[in-house]
């Protein structure tokens, strides 16, 4: 079965704009999760959704925000980017919360210049 | 930020020779994981492991869950080029997918 699908795999941006990414879960998986990952801070958490739901949302401020759709697609928006969202973006994927162990996309890398 | 510690943050050993990595925390998880990353690639998990004390192997790899909950150790037996990239543990909740990660232990293996 398809993986995780996260589009686009590259993005440059200008500092101040904002930028949309897409992540489509496995088929039949209906909890996505989005982290963030950088060099200095690693792989961080900023938030889960399941159905259409926000469940969890790591210590990120508003300009980080996401959705989900009723197909479990989903997107997470970045409003007036900053150089420090330079990182890479990745989405994960589980059947539902709780089910940790979850399967990871490819990753967005996301550049602000 | 992290929650985890993780080490030694990098190794370079020989083809053939094994590898041990472990991640401590000041809180109790219950769950811990393993995930390896190759370049330009999102984690892909090894092992997850359910239960304090546990002990799981996934071929070359062995992880144990520490009786404490509050950390884990990953081995690599008998090394192979293609076991390089960087080691992640990540310790999770049962009831939220809100999982913490250690900083990576990066592998080189030289042939």
């Known amino acids: 079965k398809a993986g995780v699908t996260q589009t686009p795999r590259y993005l440059i941006k200008t500092r101040g704009q904002q930028v949309t990414l897409s992540c489509s879960p496995i088929?039949?998986?209906?909890?996505v999760s989005w982290y963030q990952q950088t060099p200095g801070q690693g792989l961080q958490f900023l938030f889960e959704?399941?159905?259409?739901?926000?469940?969890n949302k790591g210590n990120f401020p508003g300009r980080f925000s996401g959705r989900q759709f009723s197909n479990s697609r989903s997107e997470m928006n970045v409003s007036t980017l900053e150089l420090g969202d330079s990182a890479l973006y990745l989405c994960?994927?589980?059947?539902?919360?709780?089910?940790?162990?979850?399967?990871f996309g490819s990753g967005t890398r996301l550049t602000v210049v | 930020g992290q929650q985890l510690n993780q080490s030694p943050q990098s190794m370079f050993i020989q083809e053939g020779e094994d590898v041990s990595m472990n991640c401590t925390s000041s809180?109790?998880?219950?769950?811990w994981l393993w995930y390896k990353q190759d370049p330009g690639e999102g984690p892909v998990l090894l092992i997850a492991?359910?239960?304090?004390?546990e002990l799981t192997s996934n071929g070359r790899l062995t992880a144990q869950f520490g009786i404490t909950r509050k950390d884990s150790f990953l081995n690599i037996s008998a090394s192979i080029p293609s076991d390089v990239g960087i080691y992640f543990c990540?310790?999770?909740?049962?009831?939220?997918?809100?999982?913490?990660f250690g900083a990576g232990t990066r592998l080189t293996v030289k042939p």
């Open positions: 994960a994927s589980s059947l539902a919360p709780g089910e940790v162990g979850y399967t």
């Open positions: 088929s039949g998986h209906r909890s």
């Open positions: 959704y399941f159905s259409e739901t926000q469940r």
């Open positions: 809180s109790i998880f219950n769950t």
């Open positions: 492991l359910y239960k304090a004390g």
């Open positions: 990540a310790g999770g909740q049962y009831n939220n997918n809100d999982m913490r």
